[in-house]
């Protein structure tokens, strides 16, 4: 699975789960700009905040890139880019 067909994924959870953007913004404590451009695909989150956007819908993401707290860094969008062949933000 690309980033395209995820956040198109979580876009249908969100509009089932009947959240907003804005309510999703405030689950996630991000302004509701951020959840447009990650929805348009303008910009990639990170990968804790895309946990905590699937859960928010509904959904379970099949894959755990974190690992313990202890190993996460500020690569996750290299990291997340390298699993799901999309290209990190700039």
């Known amino acids: 699975m690309n980033w ?3 956040r198109l994924r979580l876009i249908e959870a969100r509009e ?4 907003s953007r ?10 509701r700009m ?3 451009n990650w929805e348009k695909g ?5 990968i804790e905040q895309l946990r905590v956007w699937s859960e928010a819908v509904g959904l379970v ?9 202890d190993n996460a ?8 880019a390298a699993f799901m ?4 933000p700039e």
């Open 73 to 80: 860094h500020d690569d996750d969008h290299e990291l997340l």
């Open 22 to 31: 804005i309510e999703l913004a405030e689950a996630l404590g991000v302004v």
């Open 61 to 69: 993401l099949s894959f755990d890139l974190m690992g313990s707290e």
């Open 34 to 36: 951020t959840i447009y």
């Open 4 to 6: 395209d067909q995820l």
């Open 85 to 88: 062949d999309v290209a990190p």
């Open 42 to 46: 303008d910009r990639v989150p990170h």
């Open 16 to 19: 089932v789960a009947q959240l």
